[in-house]
C-alpha cells in the first residue's frame, strides 16, 4: 500500500508504529549488549533485528526516517541499570501489547499489519520465557527487610520524635535502633534460611539487610539535615518518605511479579501510618508520665 492511499489518521498511526519499532530495535539491542546468560542474549538480539525489520517495513510505506525519542531511551536504559532488566522487559511486553492491538486495527487496511501483529504476540511469549534474573529470586528477602525497617523505625522515630523535641537526639536514636535492628534482621534471615536449607541463606540474608539498612538510612536523613529545632518538619518529611518509599517499591513489585499494586500499596501504608500514629501517642504519653521537659 502507498503512503497517498492512507487516511491521514492511518498514517499517523504507521508513523508511531515506525517510531515504537525503532526505539524497541535500540532498547533490545542494548539489553542483548549487556546480557551476560548466552540465551537471554540470543532472544534479545533476535527480538532486535525483527524490531528493526518491521520499522523498514513500515518506512516503504511512509518514505521517511523517524527519529527515536532520545529521552525515552536514555530513561529506559536508566531503568535497567537501576531496576534491572526484567524490569524494562515487562514495561516493553507492556508495549508489545499495545502494539499488537494496533497492528490488529491496521490489518483491516494494511494487510502486511496481520503478520507482524502474530510476530509481536510471539515477542510477549519470547519476554517471559526469557526472564530470569537473581536479584529476583530474593524479591521475599527484600520484602522482608523493608516492610520490618518501615514498620519499626517509623514506629520508633514517630515515638521519640515529640518526647525529645531535637533532631539530633532523634537521629542519634534512629541510627543506633536501626543499625542493631538490620544486625539482628539480617541474622535472624540468615539463621532461618538455614534452617530451611537454602544453600544461599547468606546472599539472602544481605538482601534482607541491605533492604532494612537503606530504609534505616532514607528515614532518619530528615533529622540528620534539619536544624535541632524543627524536628516537627523533619517528621512530616518522614512520613512522606515512608509514602514514597511504600509507592516505589509497590509500584517495581507490580511490574516485575505482576502483582495488585493498589491492593499492596495500601495495606503497607495504612499498616506504616498506623503504627506511627500509636507510637506517636505513647511517645507523647510517656513523656508527660515520666515528666520529661524537652
Known amino acids: 500500500m502507498k503512503r497517498s492511499e492512507l ?27 549487556r546480557e551476560k546468560n548466552p540465551e537471554n542474549k540470543k532472544v534479545l538480539k533476535t527480538m532486535g533485528e525483527e524490531e528493526t525489520k518491521h520499522a523498514k517495513t513500515w518506512k516503504e510505506i511512509t518514505g521517511e526516517d523517524v527519529k527515536p525519542r532520545g529521552f525515552f531511551i536514555f530513561f529506559m536504559k536508566l531503568l535497567s541499570y537501576i531496576f534491572g532488566f526484567t524490569f524494562v522487559l515487562k514495561q516493553m511486553a507492556k508495549s508489545e501489547e499495545k502494539g499488537a492491538a494496533s497492528y490488529n486495527e491496521l490489518a483491516q487496511k494494511i494487510p502486511l499489519a496481520a503478520r507482524m501483529a502474530e510476530e509481536e504476540e510471539q515477542h510477549e511469549e519470547a519476554l517471559f520465557k526469557m526472564l530470569d534474573e537473581e536479584r529476583l529470586h530474593y524479591v521475599g528477602a527484600m520484602v522482608l527487610g523493608l516492610n520490618d525497617a518501615l514498620v519499626e523505625l517509623t ?77 516537627a518538619v523533619a517528621f512530616v518529611i518522614m512520613l512522606a518518605t515512608v509514602i514514597f518509599i511504600i509507592l516505589f517499591f509497590n509500584y517495581y513489585l507490580s511490574v516485575v511479579k505482576d502483582e495488585p499494586f493498589l491492593r499492596r500499596f495500601g495495606e503497607m501504608a495504612i499498616i506504616s501510618m498506623s503504627v ?19
Open 276 to 294: 506511627a500514629l500509636l507510637s506517636f501517642v505513647i511517645g507523647i504519653l510517656a513523656k508527660n508520665l515520666l515528666g520529661i521537659d524537652a
Open 155 to 231: 514506629g520508633a522515630i514517630a515515638g521519640v520524635t515529640f518526647a525529645l523535641a531535637n533532631t539530633k537526639m532523634v537521629a542519634m536514636t534512629g541510627i543506633i535502633t536501626g543499625i542493631s535492628a538490620t544486625l539482628s534482621m539480617a541474622a535472624s534471615n540468615y539463621l532461618a534460611e538455614r534452617a530451611d536449607g537454602n544453600k544461599n541463606a547468606l546472599k539472602s540474608s544481605l538482601y534482607t539487610g541491605i533492604a532494612y539498612l537503606v530504609t534505616v538510612a532514607l528515614l532518619v536523613l530528615p533529622y540528620l539535615l534539619l536544624p535541632a529545632h524543627l524536628y
Open 7 to 33: 487516511s491521514a489518521e492511518l498514517l499517523a498511526a504507521v508513523y508511531k508504529s515506525q517510531v515504537d519499532e525503532v526505539e524497541g530495535a535500540i532498547i533490545y539491542d542494548f539489553l542483548a549488549k
